[in-house]
């Protein structure tokens, strides 16, 4: 089984910059396709960014496209989420997903094996 620990969330102002981490222990997740998710106060869980196992793919959702990128190193178990120009409409926990398996693009919570516990994103504006 794989543990995911999600980290760099934080407060920062509309326009700003974070990266989001996501550490996989367990077993090696290189042959997984990953995920991340957000969930806002009152919302449900959305899909944000997914890329493939090999980390050719990705896939956005369209509010952030141009403006998010996902990332992976396979050498050392981590994924992930730059996040750009933060708008007041980003703030929610994010999570990373993984595993599981499902059609291109995977942006379908369901599917996923394995989740992480979430980190607090928030923008002032």
């Known amino acids: 089984q794989v543990q995911l620990v999600e980290s760099g969330g934080g407060l920062v102002q509309a326009g700003d910059s974070l990266r989001l981490s996501c550490a996989a222990s367990?077993?090696?997740?290189?042959?997984?396709?990953m995920g991340w998710f957000r969930q806002a106060p009152g919302k449900e869980r959305e899909f944000v960014a997914c890329i493939s196992w090999g980390g050719r793919d990705t896939y956005y959702e369209d509010s952030v496209k141009g403006r998010f990128t996902i990332s992976r190193d396979n050498a050392k178990n981590t994924v992930y989420l730059q996040m750009n120009r933060l708008k007041p409409e980003d703030p929610a926990v994010y999570y990373c997903a993984g595993g599981g398996t499902g059609r291109w693009p995977r942006i379908r919570s369901p599917e996923y094996n394995y989740w992480g516990q979430g980190t607090q994103v928030i923008v002032s504006s």
């Open positions: 367990g077993r090696t997740f290189s042959n997984d396709a």
